[in-house]
């Protein structure tokens, strides 16, 4: 259970020598759950270029980037919302990444719910929608803790390490009982303890 508070902002391109060193220390991490990035990514002047990118999908309104920091300034994961779509619609992808020193702690629950409040606050969004693969438990718990519900399931739709898998589809609302109350100041309240 983390015991300190954490804060989400868009990255910068101060941010990019944090952002590549986050990423080396847990590639092989993240890798265990998503496909492997290209290996040009892992160097300072993509991460440049991620971030200049970054920075133009939010100002044309099609995704917003964040990354989110420990205490003391360390960076401790990264939450996004992917193919922001406008009206009628008002809807977003949802994706979290959260360090392995970090795993187990509550912090991916404090970040979908920093990254919530925004998306039904600032950016207007009506609804979130998310995915996890029905082994990763420990991503179901951080989306069903922060108020999504399961709406379906696709058989066997996404290929990982040679194996197709099925994928639980997830979408959380506007208009659920505290979607606009902000996060508590003391995440420690949020006994998440598995990464995403």
């Not at 160097?43 to 100002?59: C, G």
């Amino acid at each position: 259970m983390i015991t300190e508070p954490i804060t989400i902002r868009p990255p910068t391109p101060e941010d990019a020598a944090g952002l590549l060193a986050f990423e080396l220390e847990n590639r092989a991490w993240f890798e265990r759950w998503v496909h492997a990035r290209d290996p040009a990514y892992y160097r300072l002047e993509a991460m440049h270029a991620a971030i200049e990118e970054a920075a133009r999908e939010r100002v044309a309104g099609s995704g917003h980037q964040y990354v989110a920091f420990g205490a003391d300034g360390r960076i401790v994961g990264r939450v996004n919302l992917r193919n922001v779509r406008s009206r009628p619609f008002r809807s977003a992808e949802l994706g979290y990444r959260i360090g392995e020193r970090e795993a187990g702690r509550g912090f991916a629950s404090a970040d979908v719910a920093l990254c919530l409040h925004e998306a039904f606050g600032a950016l207007g969004l009506w609804r979130v929608e998310a995915t996890a693969r029905p082994i990763n438990a420990a991503s179901i718990r951080v989306l069903e803790r922060c108020g999504f519900a399961a709406w379906g399931r696709s058989a066997r739709c996404v290929e990982f390490g040679g194996e197709w898998f099925d994928l639980i589809h997830f979408e959380r609302h506007a208009d659920a009982a505290d979607a606009s109350t902000p996060p508590r100041a003391d995440p420690g309240q949020d006994p998440a303890r598995s990464p995403p």
